[in-house]
């Protein structure tokens, strides 16, 4: 399998000048088992095209579905629609090379998921990857966990870079050597080989639901995770496979009077009896399995009232949360609804403390994107590493940058286009009518079928990973004077 | 980018509606967005049938901002003056607005009436239906009544026959009138969704096997409230697994 290069794109975070070097790396994957990477639009230092773009067609399979680091950022591993799970590996810093710092290698690819057929209710249970996540590191190897709508599987990524030689009874092919042969006795030794990265199921957690997985969160004691579909949360040992702990169920006991779901679950980064999790009609729950089994009574409610100034038909679609997250201090959380995104105190229910626009502009369009079904767009929302910046995915290919202390932010578009190598990657406008810069795009021009759903943010140095439709961007700041 | 063709034959069938409202005063464009508003909803929850996996909380949105139209089309008394004019019926208890969901030829040819339609309320008591109920949010309070107009297939060429909402909401929530499970056939024709329980439909799946759940249905027939309705349902899916 090629190891594909990823070249990096280098920006100033919020500030100045955003360099883009190159990059992208796309997968074909029509075939899940013949799978053969290419790259795209591949550029060396020089400028030189290594490998021509290939066109943008077998997207169905290849949508990258999640994006997720894992807890060094050594790791990142995206999953897609065809249900493989690909994961990067982070080259170490060479000072032979300044210019391939920390640039990130297809380390492992697999098949996590294959479709299956639900043969009680006639259905095809859909092999997309929904969401992954990465247990802490404990030993050698690495360990995550993947899940579709039905099935979450505990997968291990180990390495092997030796291999024993000198076997007395097989020869070099492993065949049985002749006895008449073997003069002397020998130990094998281990000698090194080219470095195989193998991954190997250990866990399937399987039916533990009725509705569509849609978050799985891995509790600080690292020996439990919770998995939530759409109308119940189930809490898991990692250890254990042939039962689950129901620890919320909102399913009403007719189904008729079903008016919200889940949307989003997380446990605390820290407290491992905390968690949290979204609805449809913009509520937050903080729940404590300490004070109950059945966590169906919250601890805390986290809801703001709606503005009577917005109200329209859409007010509840829009309110509804795709995504959260708690900062990595574990004092706030940041939720992602359909035109904003909200920071909220874990102190205080009532309200956000900061509310940020991320697309205000198509507040006059709902209509439209109901009509399109946009407005059902689950957008993620991601911290950096300090919880000093918050990110989210738009239309047009175009993600946002939120800077809580400096109120300032910032548009980028991820987009081939506007990546050559060493140009500096220029923040975006969406103009609403009025005045119009040069370069702005208008709010009727935009894309509505490019979306960044997925983007994630290293835990610790500003590197982001934005997954738009079936292309990977991984994007880094100049931290190195000598890249200027 | 964005479609037009259903907004637009939306439009075009309000006229008449709105035509035939003697002393109507309401806001035509803002009654006119909302009518088709509605109508968008139906017809997305309905494809919501044909999916293979229907998102649930996609369709639980789409039902609540349905049920939050027609909500306040009751309290404007728009709901009222609509059915009353189109449907002709004596009670006012029967609501209609323009069907933008095609009937199936067997419901037509049995001249189903109008039901009842008081509110997206959980009022399951009236309803007669022995099919399982299909549910994707609240809805219905269902009579089994007789609609004397015409086929809606015909919707294009008779506007004035459009059948009524609650017709819709019963197919979109499974509540049928229709003692034949071909109605559904009719509609859905490529999916053997006759039966439906509540959980299943949600999901968009079936709970059913092609194994007598027909003579286990008709057992059903006279089954008028939701609650035992769905707990008759468990059973037959109990029975028809272990079978």
Same mark, same amino acid.
């Given at each position: 399998?090629?190891k *594909?290069? $990823?070249?990096? $794109?280098?920006?100033?975070?919020?500030?100045a000048?955003?360099?883009?070097? @190159?990059?992208?790396?796309?997968?074909?994957?029509s075939?899940?088992?013949?799978?053969?990477?290419?790259?795209?639009?591949?550029?060396n230092?020089?400028?030189?095209?290594?490998?021509?773009?290939?066109?943008?067609?077998?997207?169905?399979?290849?949508?990258?579905s999640t994006?997720e680091?894992?807890?060094?950022?050594?790791?990142?591993?995206?999953g897609?629609?065809?249900?493989?799970?690909?994961?990067f590996?982070?080259?170490?810093?060479?000072?032979?090379?300044?210019?391939?710092?920390?640039?990130?290698?297809?380390?492992?690819?697999?098949?996590?998921h294959?479709?299956?057929?639900?043969?009680?209710?006639?259905?095809? %249970?859909?092999?997309?990857?929904?969401?992954?996540?990465?247990?802490?590191?404990?030993?050698?190897?690495?360990?995550?966990?993947?899940?579709?709508?039905?099935?979450?599987?505990l997968?291990?990524?180990?390495?092997?870079?030796?291999?024993?030689e000198?076997?007395?009874?097989?020869?070099?092919?492993?065949?049985?050597?002749?006895?008449?042969?073997? @003069?002397?006795?020998?130990?094998?030794?281990?000698?090194?080989?080219d470095?195989?990265?193998?991954? *190997?199921p250990?866990?399937?957690f399987a &039916?533990g639901?009725?509705?569509?997985?849609?978050? $799985?969160?891995?509790?600080?004691?690292?020996?439990?995770?919770m998995?939530?579909?759409?109308?119940? %949360?189930?809490l898991?040992?990692?250890?254990?496979t042939?039962?689950?702990?129901?620890?919320v169920?909102?399913k009403?006991?007719?189904?008729?009077?079903?008016?919200?779901?889940? @949307?989003?679950?997380?446990?605390?980064?820290?407290?491992?009896n905390l968690?949290?999790y979204?609805?449809s009609?913009?509520?937050?729950?903080?729940?404590?399995?300490?004070?109950?089994?059945?966590?169906?009574?919250h601890?805390?409610l986290?809801?703001?009232?709606?503005?009577?100034? &917005?109200?329209?038909f859409?007010?509840?679609?829009?309110?509804?949360?795709?995504?959260?997250?708690?900062?990595? *201090?574990?004092?706030?959380?940041l939720?992602r609804?359909y035109?904003?995104?909200?920071?909220?105190d874990?102190?205080?229910?009532?309200?956000?403390?900061?509310?940020?626009?991320?697309?205000?502009?198509?507040?006059?369009?709902?209509?439209?994107?109901?009509?399109?079904?946009?407005?059902?767009?689950?957008f993620?929302c991601?911290?950096?590493?300090?919880?000093?910046?918050?990110?989210?995915g738009?239309?047009?290919?175009?993600?946002?940058?939120?800077?809580?202390?400096?109120?300032?932010?910032?548009?980028?578009?991820?987009?081939?286009e506007s990546?050559?190598?060493?140009?500096?990657l220029?923040?975006?406008?969406?103009?609403?009518?009025?005045?119009r810069?040069?370069?702005? %795009?208008?709010?009727?021009?935009l894309?509505?079928t490019?979306? $960044?759903?997925h983007?994630?943010?290293?835990?610790?140095?500003?590197?982001?990973?934005?997954a738009?439709?079936?292309?990977?961007?991984i994007f880094?700041?100049?931290?190195?004077?000598?890249m200027? | 980018?964005?479609? !037009?063709?259903?907004?637009?034959?939306?439009f075009d069938?309000?006229?008449?509606?709105?035509?035939?409202?003697?002393?109507?005063?309401?806001?035509?464009?803002? #009654?006119?967005? !909302?009518?088709?508003?509605?109508?968008?909803?139906?017809?997305?929850?309905?494809?919501?049938?044909m999916?293979?996996e229907?998102?649930?909380? !996609?369709?639980?949105?789409?039902? +609540?901002?349905?049920?939050?139209?027609?909500e306040?089309?009751?309290q /404007?008394?728009?709901?009222?003056?609509?059915?009353a004019?189109?449907?002709g019926?004596?009670?006012?208890?029967?609501?209609?607005s323009?069907?933008?969901?095609?009937?199936?030829?067997?419901?037509?040819?049995?001249?189903?009436?109008?039901?009842?339609?008081?509110?997206?309320?959980?009022d399951?008591?009236?309803?007669?239906?022995q099919?399982?109920?299909?549910?994707?949010?609240?809805?219905?309070?269902?009579?089994?009544s007789?609609?004397?107009?015409? #086929?809606v297939w015909?919707m294009e060429n008779?506007?004035?026959?459009?059948? #009524?909402?609650?017709?819709?909401?019963?197919q979109?929530?499974?509540?049928?009138?229709?003692? +034949?499970?071909?109605?559904?056939?009719?509609l859905?024709?490529?999916?053997?969704?006759?039966?439906?329980?509540? /959980?299943?439909v949600?999901?968009?799946?079936?709970?059913n096997t092609?194994?007598?759940?027909? /003579?286990?249905?008709?057992?059903?027939?006279?089954?008028?409230?939701?609650?035992?309705?769905?707990?008759e349902?468990?059973?037959?899916?109990?029975?028809?697994?272990?079978?």
């Amino acid at each position: 399998m090629l190891k *594909s290069k $990823i070249l990096v $794109i280098k920006y100033y975070l919020l500030d100045a000048e955003w360099v883009d070097s @190159t990059f992208f790396w796309s997968l074909n994957r029509s075939s899940p088992k013949n799978f053969t990477p290419y790259l795209a639009l591949v550029e060396n230092m020089e400028g030189e095209s290594i490998f021509e773009v290939d066109s943008e067609d077998g997207v169905g399979a290849d949508i990258i579905s999640t994006v997720e680091f894992n807890h060094t950022g050594e790791l990142l591993a995206t999953g897609d629609k065809g249900g493989r799970v690909v994961i990067f590996q982070r080259e170490p810093e060479s000072k032979n090379e300044p210019h391939s710092q920390g640039e990130y290698n297809v380390y492992s690819t697999f098949q996590s998921h294959e479709p299956e057929f639900d043969y009680l209710k006639s259905l095809e %249970i859909e092999e997309k990857i929904n969401k992954i996540k990465w247990l802490p590191q404990q030993n050698a190897a690495h360990s995550l966990l993947s899940t579709n709508d039905k099935t979450i599987k505990l997968w291990k990524v180990t390495e092997r870079d030796k291999r024993p030689e000198g076997y007395n009874l097989k020869d070099e092919e492993g065949k049985l050597k002749d006895l008449s042969t073997v @003069t002397s006795l020998q130990v094998p030794v281990l000698k090194p080989m080219d470095l195989m990265v193998e991954v *190997s199921p250990r866990r399937i957690f399987a &039916n533990g639901h009725t509705y569509h997985i849609n978050s $799985i969160s891995v509790n600080s004691d690292c020996e439990t995770y919770m998995s939530a579909d759409d109308l119940r %949360i189930n809490l898991w040992h990692l250890a254990i496979t042939d039962r689950s702990f129901n620890i919320v169920d909102i399913k009403p006991a007719n189904m008729e009077d079903l008016t919200e779901v889940i @949307t989003a679950s997380e446990f605390h980064p820290h407290h491992c009896n905390l968690f949290v999790y979204s609805s449809s009609k913009g509520s937050l729950r903080l729940c404590d399995m300490r004070a109950s089994a059945l966590c169906d009574k919250h601890s805390k409610l986290f809801e703001e009232p709606e503005d009577p100034s &917005n109200r329209s038909f859409f007010s509840e679609i829009i309110s509804s949360v795709s995504d959260v997250k708690f900062s990595h *201090s574990g004092r706030f959380m940041l939720t992602r609804d359909y035109l904003t995104v909200k920071v909220w105190d874990l102190n205080m229910e009532t309200k956000p403390i900061e509310t940020y626009q991320v697309h205000d502009y198509l507040r006059s369009k709902l209509c439209s994107l109901y009509e399109n079904d946009c407005i059902f767009d689950k957008f993620e929302c991601a911290w950096n590493g300090s919880d000093s910046v918050i990110m989210t995915g738009a239309y047009n290919n175009f993600f946002r940058m939120f800077d809580r202390n400096t109120k300032r932010d910032v548009t980028l578009e991820a987009s081939r286009e506007s990546s050559k190598p060493r140009a500096i990657l220029k923040p975006r406008r969406v103009c609403v009518g009025g005045k119009r810069r040069k370069d702005d %795009i208008s709010v009727d021009s935009l894309d509505f079928t490019k979306k $960044i759903l997925h983007t994630a943010w290293h835990p610790a140095e500003n590197i982001i990973a934005i997954a738009a439709t079936n292309n990977l961007y991984i994007f880094q700041d100049k931290v190195n004077s000598e890249m200027h | 980018m964005f479609a !037009r063709g259903i907004k637009r034959k939306c439009f075009d069938g309000e006229e008449d509606i709105e035509g035939t409202l003697a002393g109507f005063k309401a806001i035509p464009s803002y #009654n006119l967005k !909302r009518q088709s508003l509605l109508d968008m909803s139906l017809i997305k929850l309905q494809l919501c049938h044909m999916l293979v996996e229907p998102n649930l909380c !996609r369709s639980v949105l789409i039902a +609540n901002t349905a049920r939050q139209i027609q909500e306040e089309m009751t309290q /404007d008394g728009t709901w009222q003056v609509i059915n009353a004019q189109n449907t002709g019926q004596a009670s006012l208890d029967q609501l209609a607005s323009s069907d933008i969901l095609c009937r199936s030829t067997k419901e037509q040819s049995d001249g189903k009436l109008i039901p009842s339609y008081s509110s997206f309320s959980k009022d399951f008591e009236d309803i007669q239906s022995q099919d399982i109920i299909s549910d994707l949010s609240t809805v219905t309070s269902v009579q089994a009544s007789r609609n004397p107009q015409g #086929n809606v297939w015909e919707m294009e060429n008779s506007p004035e026959n459009r059948g #009524n909402f609650q017709k819709s909401l019963d197919q979109i929530f499974g509540t049928l009138e229709n003692k +034949n499970p071909n109605s559904v056939e009719d509609l859905f024709s490529d999916v053997d969704n006759s039966y439906y329980d509540l /959980d299943t439909v949600l999901t968009g799946t079936m709970s059913n096997t092609k194994m007598g759940h027909c /003579d286990v249905l008709e057992s059903f027939s006279s089954q008028t409230t939701t609650n035992s309705n769905i707990n008759e349902l468990d059973h037959i899916v109990e029975i028809l697994v272990e079978s």
